[in-house]
């Protein structure tokens, strides 16, 4: 399958299957998280892990940006294999919580180092695999792992809670994270590119989300995932309260349901990288944006059980192509030294998405049921999708006339188009750093947010 060659990367082999066993044991530890909420607090198991999915999305938000500020100064084979020893200790320490603080103290932490974990990991990948296409097969095989994670990870947990308690489901995920790191060891990772950025500790922690909002593309790619997480967070957060409160089913229909999103966007996962050859990746995320508006709004009519499947699978669906695109249009809106930054702001701020989702979703079930829920996670996605369409021009230009003022500043740089000017003898190889002089220019070419180039130009 053309889905498996960017296996033949040997650096993105060994990348790769250590995610997908980190991710398997992360799925075990999910089960688990949910038996010590309920045995930590058996009439508030739902208000606990609620407050846990809380803290790790403050986690996210927290942390991302700052990891992606100084990454590029990091040894990223080393940091990341780092994080994973960081977690299994963790992992190890949660079956020994003996009160909700203690949860959510733990729950942090580890959320925090996979804050500092994932964008880098994402960042990483474009180094590795350069070529476009290889790249989109990579984006569409890592989701394809995510999938069948969510399918493995509850059937692995319930055969091992039939020989032990949730415990060991904690000790496997220690263990994956363990051999997760040395399989990154293994792997030949390159160096990142110096950022050329001046100014101090806030300017590199906000630069990342700074210019990510500044790129009208990359704020239609927030909106987007703001309608994914809309509709998202109503099979996460209302299949269980659908099934058993609504149509009265038992809980094993619950996973059976699920299992069609997770079917839809493993579907989607295989035929994107194919369909992305021949398409600009706007038109495919509206599409699955638009998909997942019509979805949710097909849920207004309240089907029965087996009507559900078709809107569960068109949601898994919607997003892969959401997903999978949103890695390409990242990297092609920055510079190759500043992808650390973006790739942490994108994960900070989608994850600032799904917080809303998960929360809107819950009100509106609990206050207006299910087909209030619908209704209104369907007028927002709507809403998300139809803002990104006006935002993110169908006429998109990567080169862009602009205007440089006259000035002189010191960082470190490369002689590019920007940089053309005499030395002494004294400054070193490139990136060097000496105080430097920039005339004032107006020239055109492909244009990103970055060092020199603080707004975007109108158009």
């Not at 082999?13 to 999910?30: A, D, V, Y």
């Not at 846990?52 to 080393?78: F, T």
């Not at 290889?134 to 399918?151: I, K, N, V």
Request: glycine residues 8%; hydrophobic residues 50%; proline residues 5%.
């Amino acid at each position: 399958m053309e889905i498996l060659l960017p296996l033949r990367n040997h650096a993105f082999r060994w990348l790769f299957f250590g995610q997908l066993i980190s991710l398997i044991g992360t799925g075990l530890s999910t089960v688990a998280l949910a038996l010590l909420a309920f045995e930590l607090k058996p009439e508030d198991a739902g208000w606990v892990l609620g407050i846990a999915l809380a803290v790790k999305m403050v986690a996210y938000l927290l942390v991302a940006p700052v990891v992606g500020g100084y990454a590029s100064h990091l040894p990223r084979k080393h940091w990341l294999a780092g994080l994973n020893l960081g977690r299994a200790l963790l992992v190890l320490l949660l079956p020994f919580c003996h009160a909700p603080w203690q949860l959510f103290l733990l729950m942090f932490l580890l959320n925090a180092m996979a804050a500092g974990y994932t964008p880098v990991y994402q960042a990483l990948l474009p180094d590795l695999l350069s070529d476009e296409k290889e790249y989109t097969r990579a984006l569409s095989l890592s989701r394809l792992a995510m999938e069948m994670e969510s399918l493995l990870s509850p059937a692995l947990a319930a055969l091992l809670l039939l020989y032990s308690g949730y415990a060991l489901l904690f000790q496997f995920n220690a263990v994956g994270f363990v051999l997760a790191s040395g399989l990154l060891l293994l792997a030949s990772v390159p160096v990142s590119r110096v950022s050329d950025r001046s100014g101090g500790v806030w300017e590199k922690i906000s630069f990342g989300v700074r210019s990510y909002l500044k790129t009208p593309r990359l704020r239609a790619v927030l909106l987007l995932n703001l309608a994914l997480s809309a509709a998202g967070a109503m099979i996460i957060v209302n299949t269980v309260v659908y099934v058993r409160a609504v149509l009265g089913l038992s809980e094993e229909q619950v996973p059976l349901l699920m299992l069609a999103a997770g079917v839809g966007s493993m579907v989607a996962a295989v035929v994107l990288p194919k369909m992305l050859e021949g398409l600009h990746d706007r038109p495919v995320m509206i599409l699955g944006a638009v998909l997942l508006s019509l979805a949710l709004f097909t849920g207004v009519a309240t089907p029965g059980y087996l009507g559900l499947f078709p809107i569960w699978f068109l949601i898994g669906v919607g997003t892969s192509m959401i997903l999978i695109p949103t890695g390409r249009v990242v990297r092609h809106s920055c510079q190759e030294s500043d992808r650390n930054d973006y790739f942490s702001a994108n994960f900070a701020l989608t994850h600032a998405m799904w917080l809303v989702g998960y929360l809107l979703a819950g009100w509106l079930g609990s206050r207006l049921g299910m087909a209030g829920a619908f209704l209104g996670l369907g007028m927002l996605a709507a809403a998300a999708t139809l803002a990104a369409m006006l935002l993110w021009r169908r006429d998109d230009q990567d080169l862009l006339w602009h205007e440089h003022p006259e000035m002189d500043h010191l960082h470190p740089h490369f002689h590019d188009e920007h940089h053309q000017h005499e030395h002494e003898g004294w400054e070193g190889p490139e990136p060097h750093l000496h105080p430097h002089y920039h005339p004032r220019q107006t020239h055109k070419h492909k244009f990103v947010i970055d060092e020199h180039h603080a707004h975007w130009p109108k158009q």
